[in-house]
């Protein structure tokens, strides 16, 4: 993880979504993305300030930069509660 434990400490949420390269250009490539929900905005602000422009090198080589801002519409997934259908069956 290239993500520093300080600034992890003061996030309640996150998920990392690969990317997929792709050899030639018949299919664009999809850049790998992480989400992170901050306890705070301070907090927000500041993980944004040290990670916007990062420079990351993959396993071949080649390098990308880091775009790290706010989401227009910052919303998490719910928990979904899923109750066991055979719950309270075993007698009948």
Do not use: M
């Amino acid at each position: 993880a290239t993500v520093p434990q300080a600034h992890l400490e003061h996030t309640t949420w996150r998920n990392f979504q690969a990317g997929k390269r792709y050899k030639g250009e018949a299919k664009p490539s999809i850049n790998g993305r992480c989400y992170f929900l901050f306890d705070s905005e301070e907090n927000a602000e500041k993980f944004i300030k040290d990670y916007h422009g990062h420079q990351f090198v993959d396993g071949q080589g080649e390098s990308f930069r880091a775009v790290a801002c706010f989401a227009p519409y910052p919303k998490v997934p719910r928990q979904k509660a899923s109750k066991d259908q055979r719950d309270g069956t075993i007698f009948e």
